[in-house]
Antibody, heavy 119, light 108 residues
């Protein structure tokens, strides 16, 4: 039972990157799915959430208008499309399963994927 | 935005001692507060949610209490595997959940 993230790397400011998160050993079910990030040596910052059916989607102010979260339930995958990247977006990005439908607590986390925004 | 302030910044303990970690919110979050444990190079792990409910598989030595603006995580007898950074997290002001800055529990 795990979440595995893919797609991190080094990207120039202003460019785009898409992260993927695949659930392995279980189905995502009706739980919300989140992205949470952690800048190097810093604390945790919630980024975005999508409900099971995608009808409820919310973003942190710091990424609103630039990032898009989506999910493919048939393939047990959640995505984070990141556009217009900035150096301050540099962080390890974790996907995390909501404990409930959209309860807001994270009971299963992936191992994280590092995104570095630098010229 | 609700600001969570954790104290102390670092707690130095010997195995077997009790640990008390504090989290104070800038405004009431009712009981919508969780605690996570993070070890170096690992993802966080949910310990406590709704202030006092232990997550699945969490040992009974971890307990949470509090409501409103003041919360506490207690580790009754610290085991070697408990040395880590602990974060509190509120989800009261949904969806803009916020985290505290963390308390590091280190070996004395």
């Amino acid at each position: 039972v795990q979440l595995v993230e893919f797609g991190g790397g080094v990207v120039q400011p202003g460019r785009s990157l898409r992260l993927s998160c695949v659930a392995s050993g279980f189905t995502l079910g009706r739980n919300g799915m989140h992205w949470v990030r952690q800048a190097p040596g810093k604390g945790l910052e919630w980024v975005a959430v999508t409900s099971f059916e995608g009808s409820h989607i919310y973003y942190a102010d710091s990424v609103k208008g630039r990032f898009t979260i989506s999910r493919d339930n048939a393939n047990n995958t959640v995505y984070l499309q990141m556009n217009s990247l900035r150096p301050e977006d540099t962080a390890v990005y974790y996907c995390a399963k909501d404990l409930q439908y959209l309860g807001g607590y994270f009971d299963l986390w992936g191992q994280g994927t590092l995104v570095t925004v630098s010229s | 935005e609700v600001v969570l302030t954790q104290s102390p910044g670092t707690l130095s303990l010997s195995p077997g001692e009790s640990a008390t970690l504090s989290c104070r919110a800038s405004e009431s979050v009712s009981r919508f507060l969780a605690w996570y444990q993070q070890k170096p190079g690992q993802a966080p792990r949910l310990l406590i949610y709704d202030a006092s409910n232990r997550a699945t598989g969490i040992p009974a030595r971890f307990s949470g209490s509090g409501s409103g603006t003041d919360f506490t995580l207690t580790i009754s007898s610290v085991e070697p595997e408990d040395f880590a950074v602990y974060y509190c997290h509120q989800r009261s002001h949904w969806p803009s959940g916020t985290f505290g800055q963390g308390t590091k529990v280190e070996i004395k």
